[in-house]
């Protein structure tokens, strides 16, 4: 069975910039969430999605926003690129109710 | 907002001892997590705790959830030198979350080295 897929691997965008990642959950995973995790810091929640709706969203302003297709696998969204976005963006799935999450490798974005 | 206190920070140990570390948190979480991640990769599921006082063992990896359900230890025996990388601990409120349902909450990590 594949894992969680995330691309692209690494990017770098100007301040101001919108920027879009990608994320194919892991065969028979119906929930998927994001996390930004700052360099030495642990994951930061920024939200979840199920059944292609939010179902809960962390301390994140709204120009993070996000889809959930059919078939499971979701987008982040991040418009007004600021310097502080620079960070390991990590998506997650898992079955519905099973708080293990399998997590991808992540999407490295510097802003500059 | 819950936060997650992890300690220690880092640890500097020789290859074949053991090790141990701990998280603790100002709420309570009904579920608890333990990942390692490598550099460059992300967070890779070690052990989950669903019931307070539950001890669970994954090799020579122990972890118990604490039964004041606000915190949680990870112990790892006779370490190798592949045991190197950062560990998390996470917790999880699960239903009674309501729209933070699926939130996991991390700690900062332990750094731990592991010289042969």
């Known amino acids: 069975e594949t894992g969680v897929t995330q691309s692209p691997t690494h990017l770098i965008k100007t301040r101001g910039q919108q920027v879009t990642l990608r994320c194919s959950s892991q065969?028979?995973?119906?929930?998927v969430s994001w996390y930004q995790q700052a360099l030495g810091q642990g994951p930061q929640f920024i939200f979840q999605?199920?059944?292609?709706?939010?179902?809960g969203r962390g301390n994140f302003p709204p120009r993070f926003s996000g889809l959930q297709f059919p078939n499971y696998s979701s987008e982040l969204n991040v418009n007004a690129l600021e310097l502080d976005d620079s960070a390991l963006y990590l998506c997650?799935?898992?079955?519905?109710?099973?708080?293990?999450?399998?997590f991808g490798s992540g999407t490295r974005l510097t802003v500059v | 907002g819950q936060q997650l206190n992890q300690s220690p920070q880092s640890m500097f140990i020789q290859e074949g001892e053991d090790v141990s570390m701990n998280c603790t948190s100002s709420?309570?979480?009904?579920?608890w997590l333990w990942y390692k991640q490598d550099p460059g990769e992300g967070p890779v599921l070690l052990i989950a705790?669903?019931?307070?006082?539950e001890l669970t063992s994954n090799g020579r990896l122990t972890a118990q959830f604490g039964i004041t359900r606000k915190d949680s230890f990870l112990n790892i025996s006779a370490s190798i030198p592949s045991d190197v990388g950062i560990y998390f601990c996470?917790?999880?409120?699960?239903?009674?979350?309501?729209?933070?349902?699926?939130?996991?909450?991390f700690g900062q990590g332990t750094i731990l080295t592991v010289h042969p």
């Open positions: 997650a799935s898992s079955p519905r109710g099973f708080a293990g999450y399998t």
């Open positions: 065969s028979g995973h119906n929930t």
């Open positions: 999605y199920y059944r292609e709706e939010e179902n």
């Open positions: 709420s309570i979480f009904n579920t």
């Open positions: 705790l669903y019931k307070a006082g």
């Open positions: 996470a917790g999880q409120l699960g239903r009674t979350g309501g729209t933070s349902y699926g939130k996991l909450t």
